[in-house]
């Protein structure tokens, strides 16, 4: 099974991917934890630099192409061996990020972006779990965390404001989704995520 997490800065993706790897282990499953931009050694190094400098550094045309390079470096050695193997992989952001970042928010680009990913992706998750909250929340706790990855969040509340609204246009469209309100303690949406995807890996 294949489960991608998403949503704005901030909203507790990376904590509750973690959290979900840890109590699926528990119960006995093979799980493959990785993130976007990065999962391997190469994408990780595109992961610098396209989260590092200045917000206008890249285009968002560049952008699509840089993600979508890490992308399928990631797929190639990380996330098709594990689904192969029979591995549950838990993907902190994946090819809807670049649908949301890159395809909607400076400029319509959705279709260079859908063209691109259908030439050299070309899978969807099984299961896509949309982190949804108030973005003024989100960048202040993505704020308080130490690190030189700030150049989307310096985009400002704004830009994420428009992120927000796109993810839930694709929630919309999309069945693989479920949306989770992030809003909420860290344990009691740890204990909605593993209870849907429990029930999701026995069905
Ligand atoms: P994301 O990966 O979506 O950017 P993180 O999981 O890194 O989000 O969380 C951002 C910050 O907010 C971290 O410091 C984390 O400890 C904190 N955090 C995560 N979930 C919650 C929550 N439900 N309530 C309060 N703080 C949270
Ligand atoms: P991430 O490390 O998940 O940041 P955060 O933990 O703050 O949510 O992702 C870093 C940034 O990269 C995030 O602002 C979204 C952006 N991004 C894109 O713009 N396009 C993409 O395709 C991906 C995967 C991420």
Do not use: Y
């Amino acid at each position: 099974m294949f489960i991608s997490f998403e949503g704005i800065d901030g909203s507790g993706k990376s904590t509750q991917a973690r959290l979900l790897a840890e109590a699926l282990q528990a119960l006995g499953h093979e799980v493959v934890h990785t993130r976007e931009p990065g999962g391997s050694p190469g994408a990780e190094e595109i992961r610098s630099l396209v989260l590092e400098g200045d917000p206008d550094r890249w285009s968002a045309e560049t952008e699509i192409l840089l993600f979508t390079a890490a992308r399928r470096d990631h797929l190639e050695k990380t996330i098709r061996p594990a689904i192969a193997a029979g591995k549950v992989v838990i993907c902190d952001r994946f090819a809807d990020s670049t649908r949301v970042f890159q395809g909607v928010t400076r400029g319509d680009l959705q279709d260079k972006v859908n063209r691109l990913h259908n030439e050299m992706i070309g899978i969807e998750p099984d299961l896509t779990l949309l982190f949804d909250m108030d973005p003024a929340i989100g960048l202040a706790r993505a704020k308080g965390r130490q690190t030189s990855e700030e150049r989307f969040e310096d985009f400002g509340q704004d830009f994420q404001e428009k992120c927000r609204a796109a993810f839930l246009d694709l929630a919309k469209a999309h069945d693989r989704f479920t949306v989770i309100d992030a809003g909420r303690e860290i344990e009691v949406v740890a204990k909605e995520v593993l209870t849907l995807v429990a029930g999701q890996l026995s069905s």
